[in-house]
């Protein structure tokens, strides 16, 4: 009798290992269909020898400018002018320049890192400023603030300038020095350092005549001064505004009187450089072809100006 209970205590545990064995598989998440069951691997380690570095972007080169000029003010949120040597000249600004411009005023001194980029179909390249800071406090002697050196003395020997309308050209100008002042002198011109006469080495009937002013000068007085020494010459006497100098490198004088007649035009300016000195140009342009071209380079030489 006790075989067979033996027998069936035993299939009956053979009975509940199968049903548990089934219970755990029925509890197991299937494979979605097509799927292979694989085995994960741990990430293989990379060791500092084996790090890879990041792709260089493929940009060309560009060469970085630096320059100095007058700020003339914000054209929109991207675009400044900049009155560089005379010559107001618009940039483009590189992204998160624009914080840069908080504090400046028209008429500060900037300086500022650019580059030029050819545009396609344009013989004007792009000009794109990197960076900016508004440039040291010149003092009353023109000096810059914190040390004894006159601002013109950290001037480089030569400067390059375009100018001209129309069909503009570029000239080499060489820094040369005056009576308590100095300016680039553009090629084709010659500087009289004891006279102050600058005149078209060709045709010395092309002249300026420069005169450094005190201090103290009073601007009425000049107007009327200015007047009177046209009048001699003949002709009418004007007076014209920054808003009809706009494309010229006097834009910013306080003071431009024209006298024309029939055989010249001459003009008395008065000009205060961007250290605070302050002179007066006396222009004599014989009306012939060669006056545009003449005013034009005059004008842009005698707008790097500097007291010494």
Request: aromatic fraction near 6%; hydrophobic fraction near 30%; proline fraction near 6%.
């Amino acid at each position: 009798m006790n075989k067979p209970v033996k027998m069936m205590s035993l299939a009956s545990a053979l009975l509940l290992t199968i049903a548990l064995t089934a219970c755990g598989q029925a509890n197991a998440p299937a494979p979605e269909p097509g799927e292979t069951a694989a085995t994960q691997e741990p990430p293989a380690e990379t060791t500092p020898d084996e790090t890879t570095e990041p792709a260089e972007p493929d940009t060309p080169d560009e060469e970085i400018i630096s320059a100095t000029g007058e700020y003339n003010g914000q054209g929109d949120t991207h675009t400044i002018e900049v009155n560089m040597d005379g010559t107001p000249t618009s940039f483009q600004l590189a992204e998160g320049v624009s914080s840069q411009l908080e504090g400046l005023n028209e008429g500060d001194t900037i300086s500022f890192d650019y580059v030029e980029r050819a545009i396609e179909g344009s013989d004007v390249p792009q000009l794109e400023i990197q960076s900016l800071e508004k440039a040291a406090t010149s003092g009353a002697d023109g000096g810059a603030s914190g040390d004894g050196d006159t601002a013109s003395s950290d001037r480089p020997a030569t400067e390059t300038f375009t100018v001209g309308d129309g069909e503009p050209q570029t000239l080499t100008g060489e820094l040369q020095t005056g009576d308590g002042y100095s300016l680039y002198v553009l090629d084709g011109y010659t500087l009289d350092a004891a006279t102050g006469r600058m005149t078209l080495t060709e045709n010395p009937d092309y002249y300026a005549e420069i005169e450094k002013l005190p201090a103290d000068f009073n601007l009425d007085e000049l107007r009327t001064e200015g007047t009177a020494k046209l009048e001699q010459a003949g002709g009418t006497v004007e007076e014209y505004g920054s808003d009809t100098l706009v494309e010229s490198p006097m834009m910013n004088a306080s003071l431009f009187l024209q006298g024309s007649s029939a055989e010249e035009v001459q003009d008395y300016i008065v000009w205060e450089a961007q250290d605070g000195s302050a002179y007066t140009f006396h222009l004599v342009i014989p009306e012939n072809e060669e006056g545009s071209s003449f005013y034009m380079e005059a004008t842009a030489s005698l707008a790097t100006i500097l007291g010494q």
